[in-house]
């Protein structure tokens, strides 16, 4: 097959939804396309540090999800300020893989894309093809606005560890998010209930839940890998953050640990004894948030973006909190308090774009204080800037993600798994948890299945190993 064709192939699938980007997709993407174009460059200076020349188009895609677009055109208008000869084009997409991969094959990517979403394109293979720019760069530069600071000194520790594949920085997660448990806090001290430290006390109190008349849970059914959240953070705090290394590492039986199969049997039992509210397999996220928003499941696995994505629906008298995952018991490795905290919502500068210095400078700006802060504002979510949501009024949710922060501290944990090797997250896993959370397979099989998962990656020459730690 010659180089035209494939390419015409490739475009067709990727155009029609039919095709993953997977490395041999992206194969295409560092070789492929027409476009040999320079990128823009000017000559770089202590105002001009990463080399931005003035009068090139700028452009950025944005996911169009739960922080939607207008803290974009903000920060776009922030460039616009800094470079008024510049052209901004912005476009918002629910599809980034779909409307992106074709421009990717032909070499025509934008500049800025916030590859997020379940369409997101996966990055293991971005980063292996070399479609992606190294943000070292933008990182050694100085801060825009916070004096004698470089970019990355500016950062919230962790940040840029789910982004860092061998040594190098690949994309900038910009939201600092916290995974937990999601409940109504007035509806709890309205009933007299305590939220469970112990995942003993989580099946008592939704035992009293149910007897009251309302679901304990509910969980986003047709994306149920949500639930995977909860069962690697109580395996974590059972058996300590070095299982998560092993996963992420792909190590032979990391996902039989007793500690996953523990906390699978542990979340099992929310589907045997009746405590999922009826019909949740069959709800998207939107849909599942919306039932829980109406009262009509009183918990929720979700990351701190849940009350952005839910505020169009939220009820006046909804006061959203997070908490930590409940402990399996007393002798787990980790407290109560640890709880999963790290950067997501990744943005990404194409290598093949045509103004990538442009594009670096356009993340520096998102990184000031000043595009942090507006982001917080706008979309009731932190980002991995430290102190910029500091003299910030927040809503209800985001004071509870802030404090279960700081009450985690040194306690805190991730994995980056999902971010090496997206298809053993999204697919794999993902299969694993709507088994369980159906009753279709008990814990057994569920880490079983996981663990033919990375097997199966681990043994795909396609996809480039990373090794975390």
């Not at 997020?116 to 093809?129: A, M, P, R």
């Not at 009731?380 to 500091?390: K, P």
């Given at each position: 097959m010659n180089t035209m064709t494939r390419r015409g192939v490739l475009q067709t699938a990727a155009a029609t939804g039919l095709l993953a980007a997977t490395p041999a997709v992206l194969t295409a993407c560092a070789t492929g396309g027409d476009n040999n174009t320079k990128s823009a460059e000017a000559d770089k200076s202590s105002t001009n540090p990463l080399g931005v020349k003035e009068d090139a188009p700028l452009e950025v895609v944005i996911f169009n999800g739960g922080f939607g677009e207008d803290y974009a055109k903000a920060h776009e208008a922030m460039?616009?300020?800094?470079?008024?000869?510049?052209?901004?084009?912005?476009s918002a997409t629910q599809e980034i893989n779909k409307t992106l991969q074709p421009r990717f094959v032909d070499g025509t990517p934008p500049d800025?894309?916030?590859?997020?979403?379940?369409?997101?394109?996966?990055?293991?293979?971005?980063?292996?093809?070399?479609?992606?720019?190294?943000?070292?760069?933008?990182?050694?530069?100085?801060?825009?606005?916070?004096?004698?600071?470089?970019?990355?000194?500016?950062?919230?520790?962790?940040?840029?560890?789910?982004?860092?594949?061998?040594?190098?920085t690949m994309?900038?997660?910009?939201?600092?998010?916290?995974?937990?448990?999601?409940?109504?806090?007035?509806?709890?001290?309205?009933?007299?209930?305590?939220?469970?430290?112990?995942?003993?006390?989580?099946?008592?109190?939704?035992?009293?839940?149910?007897?009251?008349?309302?679901?304990?849970?509910?969980?986003?059914?047709?994306h149920p890998r949500y639930m995977s959240w909860i069962i690697l953070s109580m395996a974590a705090k059972m058996a300590g953050p070095q299982i998560l290394l092993a996963i992420d590492n792909l190590e032979p039986n990391a996902w039989k640990h007793e500690s996953i199969k523990a906390a699978a049997e542990a979340v099992r039992q929310l589907v045997v004894d009746g405590y999922i509210l009826p019909g949740s397999e069959g709800l998207d996220h939107v849909q599942s948030q919306t039932e829980w928003s109406k009262g009509n499941a009183v918990f929720i696995s979700c990351g701190s973006w849940l009350e952005?994505?839910?505020?169009?629906?939220?009820?006046?008298?909804?006061k959203m909190a997070i908490a930590p995952t409940p402990s399996m018991g007393s002798g787990d490795k980790l407290p109560f308090a640890a709880i999963r905290g790290t950067a997501g919502e990744p943005y990404m500068v194409p290598s093949k774009g045509k103004n990538v210095n442009g594009g670096l400078e356009y993340l520096r700006i998102m990184l000031s204080k000043q595009g942090a802060?507006?982001?917080?504002?706008?979309?009731?979510?932190?980002?991995?800037?430290?102190?910029?949501?500091?003299?910030?009024?927040?809503?209800?949710?985001?004071?509870?993600?802030?404090?279960?922060?700081?009450?985690s501290g040194s306690d805190g944990f991730n994995w980056v798994y999902n971010s090496f090797y997206r298809k053993l997250e999204r697919n794999l896993v993902d299969a694993a948890c709507g088994e369980l959370m159906t009753g279709r397979a008990n814990a057994q099989q569920f880490v079983e299945q996981c663990q033919k998962g990375a097997d199966e990656i681990a043994k795909d020459d396609s996809f480039k190993k990373?090794?975390?730690?």
């Open positions: 460039y616009k300020e800094k470079y008024p000869k510049a052209e901004i084009k912005h800025v894309v916030n590859n997020s979403g379940s369409g997101q394109i996966d990055f293991n293979g971005l980063v292996s093809e070399k479609a992606i720019t190294d943000l070292q760069a933008l990182l050694d530069a100085p801060s825009l606005d916070i004096p004698g600071k470089k970019v990355r000194d500016t950062l919230l520790p962790g940040s840029l560890e789910p982004s860092t594949y061998d040594g190098k994309f900038l997660n910009y939201a600092y998010t916290a995974y937990g448990v999601w409940y109504n806090e007035k509806l709890l001290t309205d009933k007299g209930w305590q939220y469970p430290k112990t995942w003993d006390e989580m099946i008592a109190l939704s035992k009293t839940i149910k007897t009251a008349g309302i679901a304990p849970w509910t969980y986003q059914g047709k952005s994505e839910q505020k169009k629906v939220t009820p006046p008298d909804f802060s507006d982001f917080t504002k706008k979309t009731a979510s932190l980002t991995c800037v430290a102190g910029s949501a500091d003299g910030v009024e927040l809503p209800p949710g985001l004071t509870s993600v802030t404090k279960a922060l700081q009450a990373y090794k975390r730690s």
